[in-house]
């Protein structure tokens, strides 16, 4: 029976529990009284909406009475209950000889279910989920940082050869006695020393970003936006990139408005997004072909940008799986591209408040475009 606290339930609670005391008498039953307000989560898990309340546990079905005439309801049903009973306690008794019959063991002794034993039941049901939810959660977080780690692996390898073709071409035309860079330029000299400088403080921040995750629990991208000039920013990876598409003889068709407003938004992770997509666009953009970059003022709130190649393309039944972390086309499976970095991009893009999606370009290849918010003016 579930009681409440109220002062003006207590006599119809005294007057239930007399008349149960007098149907005990002709037929035992258990009876446990249940204050909602000490374990409202059985008051829930019965869907009670009212008290007192009595409910009829065992045997099966499960039946509750509530409201003002309990015992008059009580009355009418007393005497089913009892020949539920028996019929149970016949079948469960014809049962257990059947089986002590075939297997030779003893019987044992019936139990009645209780309101205490369902909440236990549902105390311990309720420790099963919530140790789910934490297995899960931490299985989660294992996963991001295993992500995130491959994440960034990938993105340091083109730093650091930046860096070392720049050392390595300092090295070799220095010469030690004269105390000068011969056959170099001071002009080249400075922007060698430049881009080293440069993708290095890139190479801090990506380890920065390991540790971070290492040590943390949220897996949110941590972003830190400003004022940016998305067209300059472009421009400087173009240059990075210089030696990757001269070399296969590419083409870089641009189409930048004067105009675009400053996007607000993280450098180094936009960077890192740009980074990830010129160098897809190289890596399957044929010797002689195209890669095409373009940006306009989508909305008063949004600026697009777009990367295209002349490459093989994207399927359109993987257009979605494409940003899905080591997703790779069968096309690709020796290939490394297309898989971890787009990934990052997703994430960072989202970390933003924007898009990221590829559609077939207007050349036949792969058509990156993503999102970002204007920065308010």
């Not at 309340?53 to 309990?70: E, F």
């Not at 096309?331 to 990221?356: M, N």
Request: glycine content about 6%; overall charge neutral.
């Amino acid at each position: 029976m579930f009681v409440d606290g109220r002062p003006k339930s207590r006599q119809q609670v005294q007057r239930i529990r007399a008349y149960l005391r007098e149907l005990e008498a002709e037929y035992s039953f258990e009876l446990q009284i249940i204050d909602v307000g000490q374990q409202p989560y059985l008051a829930e898990h019965f869907k009670l909406v009212a008290t007192p309340a009595l409910v009829k546990i065992h045997p099966a079905p499960q039946q509750i009475i509530a409201g003002s005439n309990i015992i008059g309801q009580v009355k009418n049903w007393w005497p089913r209950w009892q020949a539920a009973v028996d019929t149970f306690l016949k079948l469960q008794e014809d049962l257990q000889d059947s089986i002590d019959e075939n297997r030779g063991v003893a019987s044992p002794n019936s139990t009645i279910h209780s309101v205490a034993v369902s909440a236990e039941l549902i105390k311990l049901s309720d420790e099963i989920f919530h140790l789910k939810q934490e297995k899960e959660k931490l299985y989660e977080q294992l996963q991001f940082k295993d992500r995130v780690i491959a994440m960034l692996a990938h993105d340091l390898r083109n730093p650091l050869t930046a860096v070392a073709i720049a050392i390595e071409t300092l090295q070799s035309n220095y010469n030690p006695d004269s105390g000068a860079f011969q056959r170099l330029k001071p002009a080249m000299t400075v922007h060698l020393l430049k881009q080293a400088r440069s993708q290095t403080k890139l190479i801090d921040r990506m380890i920065a970003d390991l540790l971070q995750v290492g040590r943390g629990k949220d897996t949110e991208f941590p972003i830190t936006p400003q004022k940016l000039e998305l067209s300059q920013l472009c421009l400087d990876v173009l240059d990075e990139l210089c030696d990757r598409y001269t070399t296969k003889f590419q083409k870089i068709e641009k189409d930048i408005p004067q105009d675009l407003p400053y996007v607000y938004a993280d450098p180094e992770r936009i960077r890192q997004v740009i980074v990830n997509l010129l160098d897809n666009a190289i890596k399957y953009t044929p010797v002689g072909g195209k890669i095409s970059i373009s940006a306009l003022h989508r909305t008063t709130q949004k600026v697009q940008f777009s990367i295209g190649d002349t490459g093989p393309g994207i399927p359109e039944e993987n257009r979605d799986r494409i940003f899905e972390n080591h997703f790779r086309l069968q096309r690709d499976e020796g290939t490394e591209g297309y898989g971890i970095g787009l990934c990052l991009c997703q994430r960072i893009i989202r970390a933003h408040y924007g898009q990221i999606w590829v559609d077939t370009s207007p050349n036949g290849g792969a058509w990156f475009h993503f999102t970002l918010p204007v920065y308010p003016s």
